[in-house]
């Protein structure tokens, strides 16, 4: 079976070692993929929101299946119209990929259909949403409505931040047009779990949970980026908080799409907040995690094509998705600097013990030799029967992959021990 698999982040090496556990599985294409996935997919430099230009190569290509997992693409329609020249992929339809490609549309569906969420408006005029902030709690947070890389969520402590924010967004485009239109929602505290779930549009099978870490500095200070680390399952996210989330947030969620001519099928993120008053969804995103999937995936003990091929076909119900009761840890090393300004081009060694444990993000081939290209440059990944000991082996491991500025935090998975005891 040859696969397409359109992305080239930490979370599709992940995914493409996960696919070749399929015997049945020969090829696996990667757009544009990276340098350091040459080993386990051929390489294609088509940019992941080259939308014709995957499909030509997918016309030109044997491809069986079809693998789309970055925000960009899905939102941009991949999946339609790769099915529209009948190839059947993995990853939501352009109309339910609207749950990320817009947080108004997500904060709508939600209080259409009484799902847990933060308190919101949303505005499209300036006089409007500054005028709102005047009585507002603070802190408060301010959203830009479309994809912004993940950079377009504003936490605001003073309504003076606030008032910076709404104007940066939408007079000074400082996210582009997703910042035309603002979500302006209430601040919700409580620890935070990351739950994946595979879905066909009628059946939700969620993945075990996780724990992101957001922050770039230890302790969870400095900026926000992608994820510095992950650690699953998420010890704050028990059996009782899971089934109270099927209840009220995961099939609530499946069933209002669905109703809404949306059905969405692929991966659904679950991006959750367990408050005093019950866990409220934060965001959802229509794909996989990165790094959530690093972390996620080990622990999977079925067929990932298996179960992919399920929420195609619409037989999820039937089809068993189990995983592993260990705990697994994911460290990522980052070019210091990272999210704004770092150098790149750092050639990048590792054992090969800490390789066949590393998913590759920023990385090219030059002159045969990989080299740091981005911000995330590789996740290191153990899995263990405790957490301390997936902790323990994920530092051991990373710490033998090594570039110029390379720079990890040193805590991932911290927290969670803390709340373990
Ligand atoms: P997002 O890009 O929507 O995942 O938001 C980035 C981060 O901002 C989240 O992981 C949360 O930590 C934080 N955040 C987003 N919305 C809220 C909210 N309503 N209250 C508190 N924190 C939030
Ligand atoms: N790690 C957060 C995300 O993938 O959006």
């Known amino acids: ?9 930490g979370r599709e090496h992940a995914i493409i070692k996960k696919l070749r556990e399929n015997p049945a599985v020969t090829e696996i294409y990667a757009l544009p993929g990276n340098g350091g996935m040459a080993g386990q997919a051929k390489c294609v430099p088509i940019a992941a929101t080259d939308i014709d230009g995957i499909v030509e190569f997918a016309r030109t290509h044997p491809v069986d299946y079809a693998v789309v997992t970055p925000d960009d693409p899905l939102v941009l329609g991949c999946v339609d119209r790769l099915n529209a020249i009948g190839i059947p992929c993995f990853g939501p ?59 377009g969520v504003l936490i605001c402590a003073t309504r003076a931040e606030a008032e910076q924010a709404v104007t940066d967004m939408m007079v000074n485009a400082k996210f582009g047009a997703s910042g035309a239109t603002v979500v302006i929602e209430e601040f919700l505290e409580g620890p935070e779990v990351s739950v994946l779930a595979f879905t066909d549009g009628k059946t939700v099978k969620p993945m075990v949970s996780s724990m992101d870490h957001k922050r770039a500095g230890d302790g969870d200070t400095g900026l926000n980026t992608g994820g510095m680390g992950t650690v699953a399952p998420n010890p704050y996210y028990t059996p009782e908080i899971a089934q109270q989330c099927m209840a009220e947030i995961f099939l609530p969620t499946i069933r209002a799409m669905a109703a809404e001519g949306r059905p969405f099928s692929g991966c659904l993120y679950f991006g959750l907040m367990l408050t005093k008053t019950g866990p409220k969804v934060i965001e959802y995103n229509c794909r996989f995690g990165d790094p959530e999937t690093q972390v996620v995936l080990p622990l999977l003990k079925s067929d990932l094509l298996t179960v992919m091929q399920a929420t195609t076909n619409g037989t999820l119900a039937e089809t068993p998705v189990e995983f592993s009761d260990q705990w697994a840890c994911c460290v990522i090393t980052a070019s210091a600097g990272y999210p704004e300004h770092y150098a790149k081009g750092f050639p990048i060694t590792m054992t090969a013990e800490a390789a066949a444990h590393t998913d590759v993000a920023g990385a090219k081939l030059a002159d045969g030799r990989l ?51």
Do not use: C, W
């Open 371 to 421: 080299v740091t290209a981005g911000g995330r440059v590789t996740g290191t990944t153990a899995v263990a029967g405790t957490l301390a000991g997936a902790i323990r082996e994920a530092y051991r491991l990373a710490n033998q992959v090594e570039f110029a500025n390379a720079y990890r935090r040193r805590d991932i998975g911290q927290r969670a021990l803390q709340a373990l005891e």
């Open 1 to 9: 079976m040859h696969i397409l698999v359109v992305g080239g982040g």
């Open 93 to 151: 339809k352009q109309n339910a990929a609207m749950l990320e490609g817009s947080k108004a549309f997500a904060k709508g569906l939600m209080k259409k259909y009484g799902i847990p969420t933060a308190n919101y408006q949303v505005f499209t005029r300036l006089d409007e949403a500054l005028a709102y902030l005047e009585t507002a709690p603070m802190p408060t947070v301010v959203k830009a409505d479309g994809l912004a890389l993940g950079k």
